[in-house]
């Protein structure tokens, strides 16, 4: 069963979009979530991550202020509330998965959804 994410969308300068990650069934429910995201003609970087509970999360220092990530057991859910968002948050936004935590590299996570595009307007 894939991650599955979705949320994303067009924004201007200055506002907000909450992606979302759907973590499904028995699968997840251990493991840490991580977003990434990938701009044109440069390499797919960290965001954020959020362990299995939500009780603990870290961030790249891109996102400290701006972006909260946060999960929702119940339903499976992953979220990233992005505010503030700048030009340069224009990416191809993923959510992957982990056994690790602590974990900032693409090669850590052995599980990804299909990304959700944002773009921010200046």
């Known amino acids: 069963v894939q991650l599955q994410a979705s949320g994303g969308g067009l924004v201007q300068a200055g506002g907000s979009l909450r992606l979302s990650c759907l973590a499904p069934?028995?699968?997840?429910?251990?493991?840490?979530i991580g977003w990434f995201r990938q701009a044109p003609g440069k390499e797919r970087e960290f965001v954020a991550a959020?362990?299995?509970?939500?009780?603990?999360?870290y961030y790249a220092e891109s996102a400290k202020g701006r972006f909260t990530i946060s999960r929702d057991v119940a339903k499976t859910m992953v979220y990233l509330q992005m505010n503030s968002l700048k030009p340069e948050d224009t990416a191809v936004y993923y959510c992957?998965?982990?056994?690790?935590?602590?974990?900032?590299?693409?090669?850590?996570?052995?599980?990804w959804g299909q990304g959700t595009l944002v773009t921010v307007s200046s």
């Open positions: 992957a998965s982990t056994p690790s935590w602590l974990r900032r590299t693409p090669s850590d996570y052995n599980s």
């Open positions: 069934g028995r699968t997840y429910s251990s493991y840490v």
């Open positions: 959020v362990n299995w509970n939500g009780a603990t999360t």
